[in-house]
């Protein structure tokens, strides 16, 4: 009791915590939402590829500075990582459309070229003097973003779920029968570059939270857990929203009571935990269901 | 070669009208060549051949999805791309390349052949709704509709994708192995409903199989299949020599899938 007492009226406090709650909620819907298509689509690799075109960015923008002061700017910078993350997606896309390369092989390459890019320019930009670390895009800082990061949290967050909810039978059928979707009348490139947009988009801001390590797993988690409780596709969106939610406030909070544990890290182990815990149940209730239906005839 | 001459005589009403067709892949393979081919209204017409023969690479081109072809294709009077583009023309795939872990039920894989008829940003109008109503119920889907597809037979993921294939109203229905994910009790069934939907839509129906002995009983029009069409007529006119010929056809002399059907081959 004192212990909850503290948590929130440390969390009442301090409005880092309340900044870290609104867009980490913001992006977990974002995320969930484009979970499900992608767990189901089976490119679970795909924010792992994109976020990690990020040390790309990272690079050019450090170097940019260089020569052009301008990009100290935070927004400036962002808005090159933000240039590499979504060409890098659309790249992916191209490669393993024409269907010379899978897409799995087109994701591996893509990631290892962009963080050999994002090294070789950080070596340059060491040439010239201080270049500072990699850190931040690695972990995220979800207790250090300003008001106009929450906010560009929530815009997204709301863009990816009207353009989700506008194209949602298109998007269904494109994940569910791909070939089929064409013949019946769907622009299935459009559809699938456009996933791609909106997952290199999210991917873009959710870095900032969680960083490149860890923000794949908001892509992956939500979609999969819900897929262990539902065979109808609404429910499985509510549930993936809904985990996703739950875990970046438990794990937000956790981080408050424990004073010394990273958010980011607590975050992604809450919903490993939420997955772990849903395939058991699931496995234990077949495991039931078998035996009654033994037992039963 | 025995290859017979097909009469001309359906060419004005036909359904599929096929004249010269040839394929090449990229790589320069030859895949359909001089492939003639004249389907009537309303006719269930079956074409058989081994593995690699071509099946899938005509299918796709019926359907638009594949272009750079030489000669006539003609559905309806229309080009495959805009026969697919009005709906002229529908696929009932093989159900095993649906994604069957998708959590969707059979009513709304059923619906989402209205999708392309819909267009982007809108909604599926009530006629539509309801005519694919009738479809569920020719169907025998009615009751199970609120069912994930990942709790459906074989036979029943089958009637579905025909449902869906229906659902925009088209003239002809394309099938790949319409059997092959039916076990034997099912398939006298599945056969019935494809002929009352023929009855009831007026629809042709072009089935494609590698399984002679399963589609022969049921089509009305039997073309085999091998590169080149070796046969296209009644299934009673089917001779043995035309059947050994198509089925061991050998592509590049690579031999093929089926050494079963060798004669003087395999212990026998």
Same mark, same amino acid.
């Given at each position: 009791? %004192?212990?909850?007492?503290?948590?929130?009226?440390?969390?009442?406090?301090?409005?880092?915590?309340?900044?870290?709650?609104?867009?980490?909620?913001?992006?977990?819907?974002?995320?969930?939402?484009?979970?499900?298509?992608?767990?189901?689509?089976?490119?679970?690799?795909?924010?792992?590829?994109?976020?990690?075109?990020?040390?790309?960015?990272?690079?050019?923008?450090?170097?940019?500075?260089?020569?052009?002061?301008?990009?100290?700017?935070?927004?400036?910078?962002?808005?090159?990582?933000?240039?590499?993350?979504?060409?890098?997606?659309?790249?992916?896309?191209?490669?393993?459309?024409?269907?010379?390369?899978?897409?799995?092989? #087109?994701?591996?390459?893509?990631?290892?070229? #962009?963080?050999?890019?994002? %090294?070789?320019?950080?070596?340059?930009?060491?040439?010239?003097?201080? #270049?500072?670390?990699?850190?931040?895009?690695?972990?995220?800082?979800?207790?250090?973003?300003?008001?106009?990061?929450?906010?560009?949290?929530?815009?997204?967050?709301?863009?990816?779920?009207?353009?989700?909810?506008?194209?949602?039978?298109?998007?269904?059928?494109?994940?569910?029968?791909?070939?089929?979707?064409?013949?019946?009348?769907?622009?299935?490139?459009?559809?699938?570059?456009?996933?791609? #947009?909106?997952?290199?988009?999210?991917?873009?801001?959710?870095?900032?939270?969680?960083?490149?390590?860890?923000?794949?797993?908001?892509?992956?988690?939500?979609?999969?857990?819900?897929?262990?409780?539902?065979?109808?596709?609404?429910?499985? %969106?509510?549930?993936?929203?809904?985990?996703?939610?739950?875990?970046?406030?438990?794990?937000?909070?956790?981080?408050?009571?424990?004073?010394?544990?990273?958010?980011?890290?607590?975050?992604?182990?809450? %919903?490993?935990?939420?997955?772990?815990?849903?395939?058991?149940?699931?496995?234990?209730?077949?495991?039931?269901?078998?035996?009654?239906?033994?037992?039963?005839? | 070669?025995?290859?017979?001459?097909?009469?001309?005589?359906?060419?004005?009403?036909? $359904?599929?009208?096929?004249?010269?067709?040839?394929?090449?892949?990229?790589?320069?393979?030859?895949?359909?060549?001089?492939?003639?081919?004249?389907?009537?209204?309303?006719? *269930?017409?079956?074409?058989?051949?081994?593995?690699?023969?071509?099946?899938? *690479?005509?299918?796709?081109?019926?359907?638009?999805?594949?272009?750079?072809?030489?000669?006539?294709?003609?559905?309806?009077?229309?080009?495959?791309?805009?026969?697919? /583009?009005?709906?002229?023309? *529908?696929?009932?795939?093989?159900?095993?390349?649906?994604? $069957?872990?998708?959590?969707?039920?059979?009513?709304?894989?059923? !619906?989402?052949?209205?999708?392309?008829?819909?267009?982007?940003?809108?909604?599926? *109008? !009530?006629?539509?709704?309801?005519?694919?109503?009738?479809?569920?119920?020719?169907?025998?889907?009615?009751?199970?509709?609120?069912?994930?597809?990942?709790?459906?037979?074989?036979?029943?993921?089958?009637?579905?994708?025909?449902?869906?294939?229906?659902?925009?109203?088209?003239?002809?229905?394309?099938?790949?192995?319409?059997?092959?994910?039916? @076990?034997?009790?099912?398939?006298?069934?599945?056969?019935?409903?494809?002929?009352?939907?023929? $009855?009831?839509?007026?629809?042709?129906?072009?089935?494609?199989?590698? @399984?002679?002995?399963?589609?022969? @009983?049921?089509?009305?029009?039997?073309?085999?299949?091998?590169?080149?069409?070796?046969?296209?007529?009644?299934?009673?006119?089917?001779?043995?020599?035309?059947?050994?010929?198509?089925?061991?056809?050998?592509?590049?002399?690579?031999?093929? $899938?089926? /050494?079963?059907?060798?004669?003087?081959?395999?212990? !026998?």
């Amino acid at each position: 009791m %004192m212990l909850g007492t503290s948590i929130w009226s440390r969390f009442i406090e301090f409005p880092f915590y309340q900044n870290a709650l609104i867009a980490g909620l913001a992006m977990a819907v974002a995320c969930a939402v484009l979970s499900v298509f992608v767990v189901y689509k089976r490119m679970a690799f795909i924010g792992q590829g994109i976020s990690h075109a990020a040390f790309g960015g990272v690079g050019a923008a450090l170097l940019l500075q260089v020569y052009l002061p301008a990009f100290e700017a935070p927004a400036l910078r962002d808005a090159v990582i933000g240039a590499f993350c979504i060409g890098t997606a659309l790249l992916i896309g191209r490669f393993s459309r024409g269907r010379r390369v899978t897409e799995d092989s #087109a994701i591996g390459i893509c990631l290892v070229a #962009a963080m050999a890019l994002g %090294m070789l320019l950080l070596d340059l930009r060491k040439g010239m003097g201080y #270049a500072p670390p990699f850190h931040g895009i690695l972990f995220g800082s979800i207790l250090h973003i300003a008001r106009g990061a929450v906010w560009a949290a929530c815009v997204e967050a709301a863009l990816v779920v009207v353009l989700v909810f506008a194209f949602f039978k298109e998007l269904v059928f494109f994940t569910c029968d791909e070939e089929a979707a064409e013949v019946f009348g769907v622009r299935t490139g459009l559809i699938y570059y456009g996933l791609l #947009a909106c997952v290199a988009l999210t991917i873009v801001v959710a870095m900032r939270l969680l960083g490149v390590i860890l923000c794949s797993a908001l892509l992956i988690l939500p979609g999969a857990t819900a897929s262990l409780w539902s065979h109808h596709i609404r429910r499985v %969106m509510v549930i993936a929203v809904a985990s996703a939610a739950a875990s970046v406030a438990a794990g937000l909070f956790l981080a408050i009571a424990t004073r010394t544990l990273s958010t980011g890290p607590l975050i992604v182990l809450v %919903m490993a935990a939420l997955f772990a815990a849903s395939w058991a149940v699931n496995a234990l209730l077949d495991r039931i269901r078998t035996r009654a239906g033994e037992g039963g005839g | 070669m025995p290859h017979r001459k097909i009469s001309h005589d359906h060419v004005q009403e036909g $359904a599929i009208c096929i004249n010269g067709l040839s394929f090449r892949y990229p790589d320069g393979t030859l895949a359909l060549e001089d492939i003639n081919l004249h389907v009537r209204r309303g006719v *269930t017409l079956a074409i058989v051949g081994p593995n690699g023969a071509g099946k899938t *690479t005509l299918l796709k081109i019926l359907l638009g999805l594949l272009g750079g072809y030489q000669g006539q294709v003609r559905i309806e009077g229309l080009s495959p791309e805009a026969a697919r /583009h009005h709906g002229v023309a *529908t696929w009932v795939p093989q159900s095993s390349q649906l994604n $069957a872990s998708f959590p969707i039920t059979v009513g709304q894989l059923a !619906r989402l052949g209205l999708v392309g008829k819909a267009g982007m940003l809108r909604g599926f *109008t !009530r006629a539509d709704l309801a005519y694919l109503d009738r479809v569920l119920e020719m169907m025998e889907l009615v009751g199970i509709v609120d069912r994930p597809i990942a709790h459906l037979s074989g036979g029943q993921l089958q009637r579905t994708l025909v449902a869906r294939a229906l659902a925009p109203r088209p003239k002809v229905l394309l099938l790949d192995e319409p059997f092959s994910a039916i @076990d034997i009790a099912g398939q006298e069934r599945f056969h019935d409903l494809l002929e009352s939907v023929k $009855a009831e839509f007026g629809v042709t129906l072009l089935m494609v199989s590698h @399984d002679l002995r399963t589609i022969l @009983d049921k089509s009305q029009r039997i073309a085999c299949l091998a590169r080149t069409l070796h046969f296209h007529d009644l299934p009673e006119q089917l001779t043995p020599e035309v059947l050994s010929h198509v089925f061991h056809y050998d592509l590049d002399g690579l031999p093929l $899938a089926e /050494h079963e059907h060798r004669p003087g081959e395999g212990g !026998r």
